[in-house]
């Protein structure tokens, strides 16, 4: 790789540097924290969970004995919540082999729950100026429009040359390797954009990019399509007794695991069905009524949701005043419902995004919702490349 283009890229980056709050410190912590909550999510969706769990959690001490319910609540609505797990894991390993202390080379760093090779990077060189790159879909791309490399980015064997080539331009810089892994990723996040549309009419290296020579920029960097999602459909049943609404936990293993969510079922039932269904959970309907349908995209499947509300009879079991109260213990498949004024939902149990408009007709704010962060502008990055 040529290295020539280094240091305009770095004049660029020091007068167009994005103004992020994990920039403003060297804590690497805090720099991880930032780093899981980019993987597959916007910068912009970012910022405000950042700020409301650092705040919560300062240290990754707080992180390690923080309550899983809580922590999972700190996360709710950034999706991929295996992320908060793994990084609680890994904060345990911290405290008890590291004294608290976060590893400062890559190759330990990678030896922690959720943490591969461009997080070890991005933390490695960033927080304790190692001289690692940090290869995302962002730096791929832009390297790959440098070179004009035909071949499929997404291949391991494409990305490995990559970083091999990335860690010889890195051997010849003097030092500011944190630096240029964050000119990058700026450079791939505002200029060098994704599809047809890169900005290289304002791109501080365009004289250095041989795609650019060869007008290949809407060609490339080529990468596989992926698979096409599958599509599940579900109803959902919001089910009301007095004030409250029925949540239950998920099973502490597959998707969404150990989340609440509100009482759903595979397929899409007709009104009498879903009554039936609210009957087996040992609860007895009163009134039905269908609600809007909704849908949520996973990586690899999409949920097309039905809704209904369905009003149940009240029970010995109800505390007429909002608070948790769990259903019957004889409900069928073991399911125990808690019943819960939508306030209480909303500031004790951690609700994934897929229910969210459903959360949203009983005036359950979820995540960043509570400060005026509209799911709409959370999305994945770098899905495309």
Not at 171 to 191: P, R, S
Not at 213 to 226: D, N, T, Y
Not at 265 to 272: Q, S
Request: net charge neutral.
């Amino acid at each position: 790789m040529r290295f020539d283009f280094v240091k305009p890229l770095l004049v660029w980056y020091n007068e167009n540097a994005r103004d992020l709050p994990w920039r403003r410190v060297k804590d690497p912590y805090l720099i991880w924290v930032s780093e899981i909550m980019l993987q597959q999510t916007r910068v912009e969706a970012v910022m405000g969970y950042y700020e409301r769990f650092t705040g919560a959690l300062p240290t990754v001490t707080d992180l390690a004995v923080c309550p899983e319910d809580r922590l999972l609540k700190l996360w709710e609505g950034l999706g991929y919540y295996s992320r908060a797990r793994n990084m609680q894991k890994a904060a345990r390993i911290v405290c008890e082999s590291y004294a608290g202390k976060m590893p400062e080379s890559a190759a330990d760093l990678m030896k922690l729950p959720g943490i591969g090779e461009y997080t070890a990077g991005a933390i490695s060189s960033i927080a304790f100026g190692q001289a690692e790159p940090a290869v995302d879909g962002n730096v791929l791309r832009v390297v790959a429009r440098i070179e004009a490399i035909s071949d499929n980015i997404l291949s391991e064997s494409v990305k490995k040359k990559i970083r091999e080539e990335l860690r010889s331009l890195y051997d010849a810089d003097d030092g500011t390797w944190g630096l240029l892994n964050q000119a990058f990723m700026d450079l791939g996040a505002g200029v060098c954009l994704a599809g047809g549309s890169p900005r290289c009419e304002i791109c501080p290296i365009s004289s250095y990019c041989r795609c650019f020579e060869k007008g290949l920029q809407s060609e490339l960097p080529v990468r596989i399509k992926k698979q096409k999602r599958r599509i599940e459909k579900r109803t959902v049943l919001l089910l009301r007794r007095d004030e409250s609404y029925a949540i239950r936990k998920r099973p502490e293993s597959g998707l969404l695991s150990g989340l609440y969510e509100f009482p759903n079922e595979a397929g899409e039932l007709n009104p009498d069905e879903a009554l039936a269904k609210a009957g087996s959970l040992g609860l007895m309907p009163l009134r039905i009524r269908k609600l809007s349908e909704a849908k949520h995209i996973f990586s690899h499947v999409e949920w097309h949701m039905t809704g209904y509300e369905i009003l149940v009879a009240p029970s010995e079991f109800s505390s007429g005043n909002g608070a948790d109260t769990p259903a019957p213990e004889t409900a069928s498949e073991g399911e125990l419902l808690i019943f819960a004024a939508p306030e209480i939902i909303e500031s004790k149990y951690p609700i994934p995004s897929a229910f969210e408009k459903y959360a949203k007709m009983i005036n359950i704010r979820m995540g960043k919702k509570r400060e005026e962060l509209t799911y709409e502008n959370i999305d994945r990055r770098d899905t495309e490349l």
